[in-house]
């Protein structure tokens, strides 16, 4: 959890964001989390009364802060979707709680922040241009289940999760196009598989929104891992990701997901090269 406040920090310490760029994230209004999570779940969140089977799966112990920070998780994003739709690009420094189902909560995850902004955005409800369709893109090293499965019969949504083959979940879900990546991929041999999937899936989806989420734990040195990509892998992973969504003009929301490397600290460094890739192509873009 530390790794959050010190992302904030170094992004600022750094000179990559300034400080008057970064705003409070609102909390989640519930009839935009019922439009993707089932109602019985939403109030048992919201209450306390989950079950004990419920809470262990999700990975954290209930408490009134766990409420708080989950509606701010999702509405954070939702505030970057909106500001996205108006200005190119936004992002989350927190939010790619992609195990959340319909109907529980996992891995971390409570609320699916990603679909809840999805959904939003394809029914109009953020006071922003209109979306048709819109683009999931999905690099945590660990599947977004919980989104595949959301958006399992949903056409205007298209799923990408490039991911460890051997990792958390054990049981998949079907996303709309999976990569999947054995244990020890290296720098190259990720970056050969994710060109082809992003050209495809930008393709297929044909997308008017896209979603990045950006986890960095196939970081070597992460412990929940099992990839072995350098920093500079990752970050030439989040520049063509991010490269290819804007050079075709689309609104780009950034959230961040896994990271768990120990010392923490290289976490927090790939996640501020995440945004050090946005800063600069958007810099780019501006000249």
């Keep these: 959890m530390a790794k959050y406040a010190a992302l904030r920090r170094v992004l ?20 935009a989390l019922l439009a993707v999570h089932a109602p019985e779940y939403v109030r048992d969140v919201l209450e306390g009364t989950l079950s004990a089977t419920a809470v ?8 009134p802060a766990l409420v708080v920070r989950s509606l701010a998780s999702v509405g954070g994003t939702l505030a970057a979707t909106r500001a996205a739709l108006r200005d190119g690009l936004a992002g989350n420094l927190a939010g790619g709680t992609h195990h959340a189902h319909r109907d529980f909560g996992a891995g971390y995850c409570v609320f699916n922040d990603i679909a809840v902004a999805a959904r939003a955005a394809l029914d109009g409800r953020l006071d922003a241009p209109a979306v048709r369709r819109v683009l999931i893109v ?12 959301l958006f399992a019969d949903e056409p205007a949504v298209f799923t ?128």
């Design 12 to 31: 600022i310490e750094r000179g990559v964001l300034r400080a008057d760029e970064l705003h409070a994230a609102p909390p989640a209004p519930v009839e």
């Design 56 to 63: 262990t799966r999700l990975g954290f112990p209930w408490s």
């Design 138 to 149: 999905d690099l945590d090293v660990h599947q977004g289940d919980g989104t595949a499965a």
């Design 160 to 287: 990408l999760s490039l991911h460890g083959a051997r990792n958390f979940p054990a049981r998949k879900q079907r996303s709309d196009l999976d990569v999947e990546l054995p244990d020890g991929t290296g720098d190259e041999a990720y970056l050969d598989a994710l060109a082809p999937a992003l050209a495809a899936a930008l393709e297929r989806a044909a997308p008017d929104l896209v979603f990045y989420q950006g986890g960095v734990d196939p970081l070597a040195a992460d412990r929940l891992g099992r990839l072995a990509l350098t920093h500079a892998g990752l970050r030439a992973r989040d520049a063509l990701a991010l490269r290819e969504a804007r050079r075709r003009g689309l609104p780009l929301v950034l959230t961040l997901g896994g990271g768990y490397a120990d010392p923490i600290e290289a976490s927090v460094e790939a996640h501020v090269n995440t945004y050090r890739e946005a800063k600069a192509l958007e810099l780019h873009a501006a000249r």
